[in-house]
Each structure stands twice: as C-alpha cells, then as structure tokens.
C-alpha cells in the first residue's frame, strides 16, 4: 500500500479584514517570532467566521506550492458556504469545497471538488474544518467515511475509506517584524483508502 506524505504548509500571511472584501499579504522577514502559549479558548465562529461572501490571500511557507500566494474566495447561500481554492496566477481554481455550519458554531467539510485530479470526495457526516470551541492546547478529533468519485461519473466510486481530522490550538506567532500576529491552529488530515495512506498537517 501506497503511503502519501503531506508536507507542513505554514500560512504565513494571515489576512486583515479577511471577511470583507478587502485584503493583504503579510510576509514574515527572516524567521517568524516565536510560538507563545494562549489564554483561554477560541470560537469557531470567531475564528473562521463564514457567514457572507468575501475573499482570503495568503503565502504558502513549505512543501510543493512554498512561495505561493492562494486565494481563497467564499460564497455563503442556502446555508451552506463554498470555499473555491486558487493559486494567482493559475488560470484554473485548484479545488472548491461545501462547508456547512452547526447551531453550535461549528464548521464541517460536506465535500470536497479537486479539479486537477478530477475526483469528487464527499464526507459522511460532513468533516469537521473547525469545531465550536477549541481549548488552548487541546486537540479535538472526528473522523468520517469519505467517498471519492469521477467528477464526470457521480455515481461511479473511484475510492473509498475513512478519514481523520485532528485539529489542535497550538498558540499565538507574530511575523519577525512584528507587522502582523496570528492565533496557529495545527490541522492534520488523514485518510486511510484502499489504494493509499494520505496525511496532511497544515498550520
């Protein structure tokens, strides 16, 4: 069996006023500040608020797309939000996904389209991205049956297992030049298929 290792992608810019539609990029000079133990917990509501339309920029540190800038647009209707992820400069959006939100706050993956690999993947029940509230140094975990289909065969199933979020509030980080300071949440994705073994951690 196939085992796929994802690398740790540091998003390293985090938008100002990242709901509205307004945005920038902050690039860290040198090093980033150091890691700094958080007080208290954090909201999902608060941390990925969701509810309208907008746009995300931001600098990928690490991996395959290390250097560069993803945008990330929303477009809240129905109850539901869709995410549709692109690098600039790229003509083609990389992957959009479905993301619903609880009464309790929480926000969860229903599905997932990767147009470069043309597959469909759907998450039963939906995939948590970020729960209702998550403690400072706690980690909090769920996992779902994903089911991968052709984009162009729906009912067809190209793969299938289970898969794992684990997602951790790690603390507070400030770019070294002190321009901008973020709260690091540490997601790793895990999916065990019957072809192959993928992990993702991304911060």
Known sequence: MAKLIGGLTVVAGLLAGGCGGSSRVVEPVGAVGELRVIDGDLEGANAYPAARDGATRFMVRGGKDDGKVMIVERRAGGGELKEIWSAEGEKAPRFERVLVRAEDGSLAMREQRSFDRRVRSVF????????????????????????????????????????RVEITLRGVQASAAGREEATVVRTVFSADLKSADVVRTTD
């Open 124 to 163: 039963e029940p939906p995939l948590a991205v970020f729960p209702a509230r998550l403690d400072a140094g706690a980690s909090f975990t769920m996992s779902s049956r994903m089911t991968v289909h052709p984009i162009d065969k729906p009912k067809a199933i190209k793969e299938q297992g289970m898969a």
